[in-house]
């Protein structure tokens, strides 16, 4: 399929710990050289509100505090991919939550590791599915 209604948007976040070890350029890098198309990018801090709207289906687990402090302790290079089937391209570019298992030539696999913290630092966000993605992406882009 080639026509427009083919392409996918997905969002996709290099958190706090990313974007301190100077890994937001080697993301976007990727994104392109995958060859997806950035729509929008963004250097944000995120306040607590769209935190815990965004991370909503965690809402109640043990590690869902810690995130949400995580994710607001520095800047967030949010940025919006499209390209035919991109919110399953991401995931593969990104890899495994667990940095530690995750395959080496993903981001987290490549650059990710265990801290032995609350939660697990892990680089990225992705989207997980079209319908998180379009929700996500009114989230943090309501102009998109
Ligand atoms: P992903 O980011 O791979 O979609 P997720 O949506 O299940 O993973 O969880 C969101 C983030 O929360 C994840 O990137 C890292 C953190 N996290 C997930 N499970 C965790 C756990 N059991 N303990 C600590 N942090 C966790
Ligand atoms: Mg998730």
């Known amino acids: 399929m080639t026509d427009a209604s083919s392409t996918q948007r997905t969002l996709v976040l290099v958190k706090p710990d990313g974007v301190r070890r100077g890994l937001a350029g080697e ?22 509100a769209l935190l815990v709207e965004h991370y909503a289906e965690h809402a109640g687990k043990p590690f869902v505090g810690p995130l949400v402090e995580m ?21 593969s570019l990104a890899g495994a939550t667990d940095p530690t298992l995750a395959v080496p030539g993903t981001i987290r696999g490549d650059f990710g590791r265990a801290w032995g913290r609350p939660v697990i630092e892990n680089l990225v966000h992705g989207s997980d599915s079209p319908e998180s993605a379009a929700r996500e992406i009114a989230l943090w882009f309501p102009g998109l």
């Open 27 to 48: 993301v976007l890098r990727r994104i392109e050289a995958k060859g997806y198309t950035l729509v929008a990018v963004e250097l944000r801090r995120a306040d607590e």
């Open 71 to 91: 994710m607001a302790s520095g800047p967030v290079l949010a940025v919006v991919a499209e390209g035919h089937r991109v919110v399953e391209g991401f995931r």
